[in-house]
């Protein structure tokens, strides 16, 4: 029966499983005493929702506390093996797969590179998705049955639609509305049960910061993803689980360095690792032959800051100098636009660059940002490392997971079940 708002109590069953899932989760180990004014619900509907969770083998006893007076406390938490999730982080230098357990524990990952040539090649990326996967469910520590779905960080506009699922726009890669969702689907060996759920890589990175890393507890923040390219991630009050914005592609220089998207002046034509390499060897530097972005980028950072007693390559040098300051200014019109509590910096380059780069560009962001918000905003690097955007992907199932209150995708049949049996199953308590 459906309440004056809408809401059956299937609906009220859900969401207070939901509530108790992830308060445990994020505050556990927690006693039934505390789950009450932790979730606004009655003593009665706490130990209800909990002996359910038990019975599912998604919570479980965590030890004990004293009380003031009485019977020791028993404490609960959810149960790390009781679900897996994979998360896929579809970089521009490889692709990564890696297994995990309810707590975000890995069980097991695997690489794929991608080689110049065919890099940001459809069909070779989605293969790379569907061995990896095959290869993580099939290590010791897997339990396909306990899987959840399959997130995955891509580069790009990401459009869900009702008939194509899950479109990439990666203009900058090539991907012109790539029905990504249906090619992984088409090549799986996975249930048809089993979600495949796709985002943008900066809003990955973003969600596993936020959760887990140095952006817990903000309100308002900005994740900002540095690799061949640059992203970002903003979430506020009214977006808390982010919203990936095409940062990379400000205008940064009016008839400026021609960007990867084919527009002259973008951020990412002065700032990405990939136009930053390219700035280097215009300028008469020297990267090394026949490696990889990451690789290369190493060798500029020694080149620029080699040990004492050894001079500089003023080439790198000056080329790193001035992509600090091309970074501080496009922070600084996310801190105008936005005014975020913290701004966060990930992603391999920005990894690898962010100590070095960090007190310049804290110095430059101050210099072109209004003075409030600038004052207000802290910068840092991101506390996840190189696996945030994996992480972040395999949140999307264990977010999914817990809007559900907890309850696994349900097979899905040939055959559709009767009426009468669907509006049954919608009315029973669950």
């Not at 896929?88 to 990564?96: I, Q, S, Y």
């Not at 995990?100 to 990326?125: K, N, S």
């Not at 430059?364 to 506390?383: E, K, N, Q, S, W």
């Amino acid at each position: 029966m459906a309440g004056c708002n809408g809401r059956t109590v299937r609906d009220l069953r859900r969401g207070n499983r939901a509530a108790v899932l992830r308060k445990l989760y994020f505050d556990g180990p927690l006693s039934r005493f505390e789950l009450g004014p932790a979730t606004a619900l009655s003593s009665g509907s706490v130990s209800n929702v909990v002996a359910d969770l038990i019975a599912d083998g998604l919570v479980e006893e965590a030890g004990s506390v004293d009380s003031d007076g009485g019977r020791p406390r028993t404490l609960l938490r959810v149960a790390p093996d009781s679900g897996q999730m994979i998360g896929v982080d579809v970089g521009e230098t490889r692709v990564r797969v890696e297994l995990f357990d309810l707590a975000l524990t890995e069980l097991a990952r695997t690489e794929r590179r991608l080689t110049p040539q065919g890099r940001y090649d459809v069909e070779v990326i989605t293969g790379h998705i569907r061995d990896g996967i095959a290869e993580v469910l099939g290590a010791r520590q897997a339990a396909p049955e306990r899987l959840l779905g399959v997130g995955v960080g891509v580069p790009g506009i990401v459009e869900h639609t009702p008939d194509r699922g899950a479109v990439v726009h990666g203009q900058t890669i090539g991907w012109d509305a790539v029905p990504l969702e249906r090619l992984l689907r088409s090549q799986s060996r996975l249930p048809d049960e089993i979600p495949y759920l796709i985002d943008n890589g900066a809003k990955t990175l973003g969600q596993a910061e936020m959760w887990f890393g140095a952006g817990r507890g903000a309100r308002n923040a900005v994740v900002v993803l540095f690799g061949s390219g640059v992203g970002a991630c903003v979430v506020t009050p009214e977006v808390e689980h982010g919203r990936a914005v095409e940062w990379g592609h400000l205008t940064v220089r009016v008839r400026g360095r021609r960007c990867r998207c084919g527009a002259p002046g973008c951020l990412e034509a002065y700032a990405g690792a990939e136009s930053l390499l390219a700035r280097w060897r215009e300028e008469g530097g020297r990267p090394p032959e026949d490696t990889d972005e990451e690789t290369a980028l190493t060798a500029m950072l020694a080149a620029a800051y080699p040990p004492p007693g050894t001079g500089p390559d003023p080439v790198a040098l000056a080329v790193l100098e001035e992509t600090a300051e091309y970074l501080g200014a496009g922070l600084s019109d996310l801190v105008n636009l936005f005014q975020p509590e913290r701004i966060l910096i990930g992603g391999w380059a920005g990894l690898q660059l962010g100590s070095r780069f960090l007190p310049a560009v804290r110095r430059h962001v101050a210099t072109y940002a209004l003075r409030h918000p600038a004052d207000r905003v802290t910068i840092d690097l991101g506390r996840l490392g190189s696996d945030a955007v994996t992480v972040g992907a395999a949140i999307l199932p264990l977010a999914e997971f817990f809007a559900s209150g907890g309850h696994r995708p349900e097979r899905v049949t040939d055959d559709p079940a009767p009426a009468w049996r669907t509006a049954l199953r919608q009315r029973t308590p669950r």
